[in-house]
């Protein structure tokens, strides 16, 4: 079975320029989760979504960032403008509610650079 | 805001030692679960342990549970230089379903 996938797996850029960053969940898990991990710190959830609608968002600084789950599968992370304070790593997690909802399994993240 | 705090934040041992990890946490609990992240990859969950659970086994990993003294215990016994890695205490609040994460435990394991 494929685990979380996500892309890119570095990305460098200069302040004030957009980034994406995508996820592709274990396939079935309806659940999915963007963190921000900052060096040396826990996981911080960003935003939660059960199948393409976002039903935990209010860690996500949305004056800046958004994010899309439109056929309730792949997922989208944006930053735009990106701050030098977003440099950091961006997991992707997906669970299944149909076994346990509380064990989630993470992709390997983005290390996001901002320059 | 971090529920959980892991101690100690650093841990160096030889291979074959056993090595204990500590977390205490703020707010009643349904669930406490552990993380091991090895260093550029993501997350792996290791155990979970609820709330009415004292003590849970999972090969060489051995978690305690005092929700008394709202902490809990990650033993890994013989350690082998491959669980070098940092480790997570995670809690799930009685009142909500999202998972609030530690600082985290950098166990280094010397061969």
């Known amino acids: 079975e494929a685990g979380v996938v996500q892309s890119p797996r570095y990305k460098i850029i200069e302040k004030k320029q957009p980034v994406a960053f995508w996820c592709n969940p274990i396939?079935?898990?309806?659940?999915l989760y963007w963190y921000l991990q900052n060096l040396g710190q826990g996981p911080e959830l960003l935003i939660r979504?059960?199948?393409?609608?976002?039903?935990?968002d209010s860690q996500l600084p949305k004056d800046r960032f958004s994010a899309e789950r439109l056929k309730g599968v792949d997922s989208t992370l944006k930053i735009q403008p990106a701050e030098l304070g977003d440099s950091a790593v961006y997991l992707c997690a997906s669970s299944d509610p149909g076994t346990t909802q509380e064990t989630q399994y993470f992709g390997p993240g983005t290390r996001l650079l901002v320059l | 805001s971090q529920q959980g705090e892991e101690d100690p934040q650093a841990l160096s041992i030889q291979e074959g030692e056993n090595a204990t990890m500590n977390c205490s946490y703020k707010?009643?609990?349904?669930?406490l679960q552990w993380y091991r992240q090895n260093s550029g990859r993501g997350l792996v969950h290791l155990i979970l342990?609820?709330?009415?659970?004292r003590e849970k086994h999972s090969g060489r990993l051995r978690v305690t549970l005092d929700t008394s003294k709202k902490s809990s215990s990650l033993l890994i016994t013989a350690s082998r230089a491959a669980d070098t890695a940092s480790y997570f205490c995670?809690?799930?609040?009685?009142?909500?379903?999202?998972?609030?994460f530690g600082e985290g435990t950098q166990l280094t394991v010397n061969p």
């Open positions: 995670a809690t799930v609040l009685i009142s909500g379903s999202r998972l609030t």
């Open positions: 707010t009643s609990i349904n669930n």
């Open positions: 396939s079935g898990h309806n659940t």
């Open positions: 979504y059960e199948n393409e609608e976002a039903v935990d």
């Open positions: 342990i609820r709330s009415n659970e």
